[in-house]
């Protein structure tokens, strides 16, 4: 069963903090992004990654830095946590080629809910 | 510029009848749209999806429907069950990027 895996599914973490998250893929996909979902917002895009050591921001990359040294692994980086970024935190991946699964869509992960204190 | 927009944050619906939520877009290079499911604290998983070149898409309970003049996609689901109860979200993909564009979601409550 292919998977993507978060390291937390609960973190709480106080202002100021620096904040990783850890998302790793077994699927050999080529793509890897980071999600947050709010309520009435839906999920915004952070980052994303198409290939190892690169990345381009989303659609709300300001506080958000990212790390891709490895295909299978993808982090997140809050280098200094605020209370707006209380949020459910969704890694996925996704390959170039047509998926028999999901036909060029994402597998997600199960989620991080971060609290920032 | 919200690229796919789902108007209706919620819906509720009786178990055995039909749910139908929608999805607007605006962008004319999405090239697939795709329907995804969400229980509260899990990951959203795939459900269906339809190409731009079809109007239609079927996969058992689940059909997707796509009007590319009126810029419109919509999910049927028949019958309704209570465990389709989840947050619906529909995406459009931005073609050679493989990026996924995401709707804010719809919140169905299939009653029992």
């Known amino acids: 069963d292919v998977k993507v895996t978060q390291s937390s599914r609960y973190l709480v973490k106080r202002t100021g903090e620096k904040v990783f998250l850890e998302c790793v893929q077994d699927?050999?996909?080529?793509?890897m992004f980071w999600y947050r979902q709010d309520p009435g917002l839906g999920l915004r895009l952070i980052y994303f990654?198409?290939?190892?050591?690169?990345?381009e921001k989303g659609d709300i990359p300001e506080g958000y830095s990212v790390s891709r040294e490895k295909k299978e692994r993808f982090s997140l980086i809050l280098e200094s946590a605020s209370t707006n970024q209380t949020s459910m935190y969704l890694c996925?991946?996704?390959?170039?080629?047509?998926?028999?699964?999901?036909?060029?869509?994402?597998?997600f992960g199960s989620g991080t809910r971060l609290t920032v204190v | 510029d919200q690229q796919v927009k789902q108007n209706s944050p919620s819906l509720s619906v009786q178990e055995g009848r039909i749910s139908i939520l929608n999805c607007d877009y605006t962008?004319?290079?999405?090239?697939?749209f795709l329907w995804y499911k969400k229980y509260p604290a899990e990951g959203p998983t795939f459900l269906i999806s339809?190409?731009?070149?079809?109007d239609k898409n079927e996969d058992g309970r689940f059909t997707v429907f796509l009007n590319k003049s009126a810029k419109h996609l919509s999910l049927h689901i028949v019958p309704s069950q209570p465990g389709d109860s989840a947050v619906y979200f529909c995406?459009?993909?931005?073609?050679?990027?493989?990026?996924?564009?995401f709707g804010t979601g719809t919140l169905l409550a299939v009653q029992p």
């Open positions: 995406a459009g993909r931005g073609g050679a990027t493989n990026k996924l564009i």
């Open positions: 339809i190409s731009s070149i079809k």
């Open positions: 699927m050999d996909h080529e793509n």
């Open positions: 996925a991946s996704s390959s170039f080629h047509r998926d028999r699964t999901s036909l060029y869509g994402y597998t």
């Open positions: 990654s198409y290939d190892v050591k690169m990345k």
């Open positions: 962008n004319s290079m999405f090239d697939y």
